[in-house]
C-alpha cells in the first residue's frame, strides 16, 4: 500500500513492516495532481460545496489511487449488489484481499482507500457504498484526518453525516463501528486524541439499535495506549496477526447480523439440552429481586457511566419465540445470542423457566467480542463470563482463546459449585441456595452462548 507521511515520505507498507521509497520535494509530494481533474470520480479540486469539514487529501498520489480505486469499483457494480461493505482507509484496503476468505459464504465488497479521511469517505460514500445496496457496512475511518490535524470534534461530526446517510439510504442496514485503532505519538496520532474521537463516536451513535460499536481499540493497545509493534511494525498499520484479531472481533457480529450458517448439535449421553438452538424455548425474564433492585439504585445514584438497569415486574416466557422482544436475547444459527445493547451497558437477565435442585454439571460454550461483558447465573449467583482477556477477572487463564470458542463446565455439589474454563479453575466452593434457574446475563459488547446442557447427578 502507498502511503505518505506529513513530511513528504512514500513508503509501501507490508504485513511484516514497511519499505521506504524516497523523500520527494515538498512540492511534489503536497502538490494536488493535474490527473484527470474533470473525472466524475476524481477529488474535486476545491472545498466549496461539498458536505462535512476537515481534510481532504490532494495529495498526487492519494489523488491517482483515489481515482483508480474508484474506477475500478464502478465496473463491478452490479456483482457487488447487496454485500457486506468494509470501508475505510489504508487498513481497510490492507484487508481487501483476504475478505473473502476471512469470511467464507458472505458476499463482501472492499471499499477502502490508502490516506482516506472521514471527510473523503463522505464525499465518495454515493457512489462507492450506496450504490451497490449493502447489506451491511464495516467502517473503521478517522486516523488519517488526525494525521492532517482534524480535531476529535471535526472528525465526529464527518462520522455522524456519515452514518445518517447510511441509515437514510436503508433504515434497516445494520452498521459495525469499529472503534479507530491505536497507532503513536510519532505517526501524529497521539493515544488522547484516539480516545476522544473513540468516545465521541460512541456518543454519536449511543442509542441507536441499527449500529453496532465494537471495541476494537482495546484489542490492540499497549499498556501505553499505543499500538503494539508485534501487531503494528510501523505502528499504524497492522500485519497477519492484527488483521486475524480484526477478523475473530468481526466474526461474531456478522453471524449476529445473520451472516453465518447454523451449527447443529447433539448433547454427549447423559446430557439434556438447556437450548435447542432455534428459538428461545425454555427461557424468559423473570422478576427483578429487590437485592439487585437495591444494588441498581446504589450504583446509578453513585457513578453517572453506570450501566442502564431496567426492571422486571412480572415473569414472561418466551417459549415459541426466536427473539425476546426487546430484541437483546435472540437465537441465531444454533447460538443464544445476548447483543451489544445500543445503550452501550445495559444489565439484563435471561432466564430457564426450569429450576434445578438435584446436582449437576452444566455445559456451555462462549465467544466474546472484545471488552464483552456477560455472566452466567447457577441458581442465582453470577459466575463472571467475560472476554477475560480485557474486561477481566480471569486475566492470567492461558487456555483463554479471545473472540474464539471457550468451553465453561459447572460441577454442582452439595450446594457449592466449582468452575472451570478450557480446564484451567476459576472458581472454587462457589456457594449457592438449595435450588433455583440457570441465568445468563447481558451488560456490555456482544455474548454468544451455544451448546448449553446439563446432566444430573446423584448426590
Not at 175 to 180: A, D, E, H, T
Not at 206 to 228: C, H, I, M, Q, S
Amino acid at each position: 500500500m502507498l502511503h505518505v507521511t506529513r513530511s513528504g515520505i512514500l513508503y509501501f507498507s507490508f504485513s511484516a513492516g514497511l519499505v521506504l521509497l524516497g523523500v520527494p520535494g515538498s512540492a511534489a509530494g503536497n502538490a494536488p495532481a493535474a490527473v484527470s481533474a474533470d473525472h466524475p470520480l476524481a477529488i474535486p479540486a476545491t472545498d466549496e460545496g461539498l458536505p462535512g469539514a476537515g481534510p481532504i487529501r490532494r495529495y498526487e498520489w492519494f489523488e491517482k489511487l483515489w481515482l483508480e480505486r474508484r474506477t475500478a469499483w464502478a465496473e463491478h457494480l452490479e456483482e457487488d449488489q447487496g454485500a457486506v461493505v468494509f470501508l475505510g482507509d489504508s487498513i481497510t484496503q490492507g484487508w481487501e484481499s483476504r475478505l473473502a476468505a476471512a469470511f467464507p459464504g458472505v458476499r463482501v465488497a472492499g471499499r477502502g482507500i490508502s490516506g482516506d479521511t472521514t471527510r473523503g469517505v463522505l464525499i465518495r460514500l454515493e457512489e462507492d457504498v450506496l450504490a451497490v445496496n449493502p447489506a451491511a457496512v464495516v467502517l473503521l475511518i478517522g486516523t488519517n484526518d488526525l494525521d492532517e490535524g482534524a480535531t476529535p470534534e471535526i472528525i465526529a461530526g464527518n462520522l455522524k453525516l456519515i452514518v445518517e446517510a447510511l441509515e437514510t439510504h436503508d433504515p434497516r442496514m445494520p452498521v459495525v463501528l469499529c472503534q479507530v485503532f491505536p497507532s503513536s505519538p510519532e505517526k501524529n496520532r497521539p493515544p488522547e486524541q484516539i480516545q476522544a474521537v473513540n468516545a465521541l463516536y460512541l456518543a454519536a451513535v449511543k442509542g441507536d439499535p441499527r449500529v453496532t460499536y465494537l471495541e476494537t481499540w482495546p484489542l490492540f493497545a499497549g499498556e501505553d495506549g499505543n499500538a503494539k509493534p508485534e501487531e503494528f511494525p510501523d505502528l499504524l498499520h497492522p500485519n497477519d496477526l492484527g488483521y486475524a484479531k480484526w477478523e475473530a472481533a468481526v466474526r461474531p457480529i456478522l453471524a449476529t447480523l445473520g451472516f453465518s450458517v447454523s451449527e447443529p448439535f447433539v448433547p454427549e449421553e447423559g446430557f439434556q439440552s438447556l437450548f435447542n438452538g432455534h428459538d428461545l424455548t425454555g427461557w424468559g425474564y423473570r422478576p427483578t429481586s429487590e437485592e439487585d433492585k437495591k444494588a441498581a439504585r446504589s450504583w446509578q445514584a453513585s457513578d453517572p457511566d453506570a450501566a442502564d438497569w431496567p426492571f422486571v415486574t412480572e415473569r414472561v416466557d418466551f417459549d415459541g419465540l426466536t427473539r425476546s422482544p426487546d430484541g437483546r436475547f435472540a437465537a441465531i444459527g444454533g447460538r443464544l445470542v445476548v447483543t451489544t445493547p445500543p445503550e452501550y451497558r445495559k444489565i439484563q437477565q435471561l432466564w430457564t423457566t426450569r429450576e434445578f435442585p438435584e446436582n449437576f454439571i452444566l455445559k456451555l460454550e462462549f465467544r466474546a467480542t472484545p471488552n464483552a461483558d456477560s455472566g452466567i447465573y447457577v441458581r442465582g449467583p453470577q459466575l463472571q463470563c467475560r472476554d477475560y482477556a480485557l474486561a477481566g477477572p480471569y486475566r492470567d487463564l492461558e487456555r483463554y482463546r479471545p473472540q474464539d470458542w471457550n468451553e465453561i463446565v459447572v460441577t454442582v455439589k452439595d450446594g457449592k459449585a466449582v468452575a472451570i474454563c478450557n480446564g484451567e479453575v476459576l472458581e472454587v466452593g462457589m456457594e449457592l441456595p438449595a435450588s433455583g434457574p440457570i441465568g445468563l446475563e447481558g451488560d456490555r459488547g456482544q455474548m454468544e452462548y451455544r451448546r448449553i446442557r446439563i446432566k444430573a447427578l446423584s448426590r
